[in-house]
């Protein structure tokens, strides 16, 4: 902290710290409705009002480059020559900052032919020699050379801006093992490849330190440079013009002509109304609400070193057993109907203690198997009492591998933020404090063996959590959060006990088949050489490349950044118009070594109990459907004989009778039905025809038994590609025909299904409208970039708008009956078990004698998983492996 009896200069680099925010922050997460980026923006802000509570200063400034080119330019052209075009998110985005710094009553500063960091450079100067502790916020390591008993580096970590690395002079010297004043000298050797400043080859940090250790400046070290041995000493005497150069360049200017000193920086009150309309703008809540209580902070808890309201104010760690955790539990939880926040500590896969906390206190209980003491928290772990997590998934999959059993998950802070914004990864407990609550947590670095930073008591992060949990409620709309309670939630123990039981993999089987695939794709490999004369690498796109389009001298496909395209969509056109022996062998060859790439990761899956247990990952799309990592079980072909071979290794494991698997039929078109509306689709589907042939007979005026089988193939295409936002061009391309004929083909299939096109067509403007696209059960999906003025963006966001809707219901539907089958498995106590998921489809493995009730289950459950205008009709079969139990 600075001297308290002196005044404090905070100093911050606009444009660096907006940058590195924009990097930091998800893009997508931050539109305005009229599409304006907002990502570095709010990534400052939150920075900048985590320093003002932190650092209290009592003048502030913020620089800002003009634009790309200053003197430096004109001294050396390529000055910064290698940097990219702006992102075109970014742009806009520094203006609007600055408006909200105004509104804030903080001076902005920028000066014609200079950069911000000679602002810095100049103020900081000015300012310590007028008296002040001067703190400088950058993300130039440039500013390193500031740094003196009065000045101090605030750097952002690798993170973003959220954790600020201080560097005082003692730092720098620990870090880099010269002086403040000594970092250039260090730069000019090493180069900066941001600035497109190349250093002296073979020249990295460790050398260069030692040498202006040794010599104190670049012009003492050229002066010796005969004395610079080996080939390092060669290549600095033989470029030490680019030494000198970079020294000159990287010399910050300390007397830049500015219109205001470092007593014209004194901090003022914003202006509340300014600040609101600039905020709401932006819709940025939170963000406006926490500058409004820093502007109260500031003026009633001075004295408090941390800056926050009390509000915040966490509440001590105290450690609890026995009769004490069971009072304190019984009165945190008013009897178990108050939610508490859980943290569950892991120590070798084992559980090690418990955070748990309440609104105003918090508890560290260490865990000791075995002992009787702990039975008021099992208790409470088992029973439906209301519990909030972070990972819940991973948590309970902990406590089942230590024999506890956790009931009553209601929230989980992953999820929720995911509910809020779908298109994001899941972050960590500190990233979504940071973002959501405004609050930095303390995270030691992971790199570091022995990290710098404390962790906080896990019994502090369950307090976290609970908060974190409210705040991401009062954010989700109703719809949403009846996601997470009655869909999200509950599934989460459902897929962590998939998770441990895993499926029961036949290694014999994948072995022989890798054996086959592999002597397979060698063989069509060799043919495909005797084609060309010659052997080549089939999986390098620069030697296909050469071949095909040289040698064999095919027509070019698309162009790339590598030359042109020989990704597998591209092939199999070229193949289409211009069909030749090697591409049919080259495709084919694809197709194996892709398949046999699938088999071998299955292989190395299988676990010392013989079965693969794979990753569900609730987060791991936009649409709500459910992903599977390692192993993907997803990605295992359905319809081609290799696929079926590879599910034949999939088998019911040891005590068990049978596979069963159930499918839903034709889903996404019944949600269809539903969603539109249409009379015709409706009656088809109530009326037990088959849907392609039904509606082939209404476009093509014959009866349902008179559609032939390239009829109702053009029809299915058609079907399904309009829920994806199919063209007349797609659609032509897909089955080969004119496109005159697919835009024939859809003008009748609307004209008798009309219905359908209001819907898909009413589908993209109310999103376009509302910002987001609804689920039946109430899942949002946001939208940004359907107003983007970048037409690539909008025409692929009104694609993914067309079919979020029914994808985001099938998604909810199959999830909903999991936990129906899950809850009924377990009520009826049950010896078969659910095992996979895998799209529309569930895999469950069968105890003797359980299969006609299993099957009942399974049957009422998929089928009653929804309520639509038409029936969700379930396809099961069962058998001793997953292809034979097939439907």
Not at 192 to 211: F, H, I
Not at 826 to 831: A, D, I, K, S
Request: glycine share 8%; proline share 5%; aromatic share 6%.
């Amino acid at each position: 902290m600075p001297d308290s009896d002196k005044p404090t200069l905070l100093l911050v680099d606009g444009h660096s710290l907006a940058f590195r925010a924009f990097y930091a922050l998800p893009i997508d997460s931050f539109v305005t409705r009229d599409g304006q980026h907002t990502n570095a923006i709010h990534g400052f802000l939150s920075m900048l009002i985590l320093l003002l509570q932190k650092e209290q200063p009592t003048h502030l400034a913020v620089a800002f480059d003009i634009s790309r080119f200053s003197f430096r330019n004109r001294d050396y052209e390529d000055y910064k020559a290698t940097r990219g075009e702006t992102p075109p998110e970014f742009k806009g985005q520094v203006p609007l900052l600055e408006e909200a710094l105004k509104a804030m009553n903080i001076t902005t500063i920028t000066k014609e032919d200079y950069e911000a960091d000679d602002i810095l450079a100049t103020l900081s100067l000015r300012g310590k020699e007028e008296g002040f502790d001067v703190l400088v916020v950058s993300g130039d390591r440039d500013t390193i050379q500031l740094v003196d008993d009065d000045v101090t580096l605030l750097y952002p970590n690798a993170r973003g801006v959220s954790e600020l690395k201080r560097y005082d002079h003692d730092a720098v010297v620990e870090r880099y093992g010269i002086e403040p004043q000594q970092y250039p000298e260090i730069a000019a050797l090493v180069g900066e490849t941001s600035d497109n400043l190349p250093g002296v080859d073979k020249v990295g940090e460790k050398t260069a330190v030692k040498w202006i250790q040794k010599y104190g400046t670049v012009q003492e070290l050229l002066a010796h440079a005969d004395e610079i041995t080996g080939v390092v000493g060669q290549n600095l005497r033989d470029q030490q013009d680019r030494v000198v150069r970079n020294r000159r360049l990287n010399r910050l200017v300390r007397d830049v002509d500015l219109p205001v000193a470092p007593a014209d920086l004194g901090r003022r009150p914003i202006d509340v109304a300014a600040v609101r309309a600039v905020f709401e703008r932006l819709q940025f809540r939170t963000l406006l609400e926490r500058v409004l209580k820093l502007e109260g902070a500031v003026d009633e808890n001075a004295s408090r070193d941390d800056g926050r309201a009390p509000a915040a104010e966490v509440p001590p760690v105290r450690t609890l057993v026995d009769e004490e955790l069971a009072l304190w539990l019984d009165r945190q939880s008013a009897g178990g109907t108050k939610e508490l926040g859980l943290r569950i500590v892991t120590l070798g896969g084992k559980v090690d203690g418990f955070g748990i906390a309440g609104a105003d206190d918090t508890a560290w209980v260490p865990w000791a198997p075995g002992r009787q003491d702990y039975d008021a928290l099992e208790a409470w772990l088992a029973s439906p009492a209301p519990k909030v997590l972070h990972e819940g998934k991973r948590q309970f999959k902990a406590l089942a591998g230590t024999g506890l059993t956790l009931n009553g998950i209601v929230f989980d802070t992953i999820l929720g933020a995911w509910l809020l914004r779908p298109g994001t990864k899941a972050d960590t407990l500190g990233g979504l404090s940071y973002y959501y609550l405004g609050e930095a947590l303390p995270e030691p670095d992971p790199s570091q063996l022995v990290p710098e930073t404390e962790p906080l008591s896990p019994a502090t992060e369950a307090w976290y959590i609970l908060r974190l949990a409210e705040e991401l409620r009062t954010r989700l709309d109703e719809g949403s959060r009846d996601v997470m309670t009655g869909i999200e939630a509950p599934l989460l123990p459902t897929l962590a006990r998939m998770e441990l039981q895993g499926v029961t993999v036949d290694r014999d089987h994948l072995a022989g088949l890798n054996s086959r695939l592999g002597a397979q794709a060698d063989a069509i490999a060799r043919a495909a050489f005797a084609e060309i004369g010659r052997e080549v690498n089939l999986g390098s796109p620069k030697q296909l490349q050469e071949v095909l389009f040289e040698q064999l001298g095919m027509p070019k496909t698309r162009q790339n950044k590598t030359g042109y395209s020989t990704d597998a969509a591209a092939l199999a056109d070229l193949q289409d118009a211009h069909p030749h022996p090697f591409l049919e062998l080259l495709l084919r060859h694809r197709d194996a070594t892709k398949i046999k790439q699938i088999v071998e990761t299955l292989e190395a899956a299988i676990g010392s109990d013989g079965r693969i247990h794979t990753t569900y990952e609730q987060t791991g799309s936009a649409t709500g459907r459910v992903s599977s990592n390692d192993p993907n079980l997803q990605n295992i072909p359905i319809k081609t004989e290799v696929g079926r071979e590879v599910r034949a290794a999939f088998r019911a494991g040891d005590g068990f009778e049978t596979l069963l698997t159930a499918d839903y039929s034709q889903i996404e078109m019944r949600i269809m039905a539903h969603l539109s509306g249409d009379a015709g689709l409706i009656e088809a589907f109530n009326s037990g025809e088959d849907l392609h042939r039904f509606v082939g007979a209404r476009i093509f005026h014959v009866d349902p038994s008179e559609v032939t089988p390239q009829q109702r193939v053009k029809v299915k295409a058609m079907s399904y590609g309009l829920a994806y936002g199919l063209s007349a061009f797609g659609l032509s391309k897909q089955l080969r025909i004119e496109v005159s004929e697919a835009k024939e083909l859809m003008a009748d299939y609307f004209a008798r299904f009309g219905a359908v096109r209001d819907y898909l067509r009413g589908v993209v403007e109310q999103a376009r409208e509302d910002g987001y696209t609804t689920t039946i059960f109430g899942r949002r999906r946001p939208f940004s970039d359907l107003t983007s003025t970048n037409r690539v963006l909008r025409e692929n966001a009104e694609r993914q708008a067309l079919n979020s809707p029914i994808q985001g219901s099938a998604a909810d539907i199959i999830k909903r009956a999991m936990i129906g089958v899950d809850a009924d498995i377990r009520e009826r106590e049950l010896g078969s078990r659910m095992l996979l998921q895998v799209h529309d489809e569930l895999v469950l493995e069968v105890a003797p004698g359980e299969l006609d009730e299993l099957t009942d289950i399974v049957r009422t459950r998929m089928a009653g998983a929804a309520d639509l205008s038409v029936p969700l009709d379930v396809q099961l079969g069962h058998g001793p492996n997953w292809d034979a139990a097939a439907h």
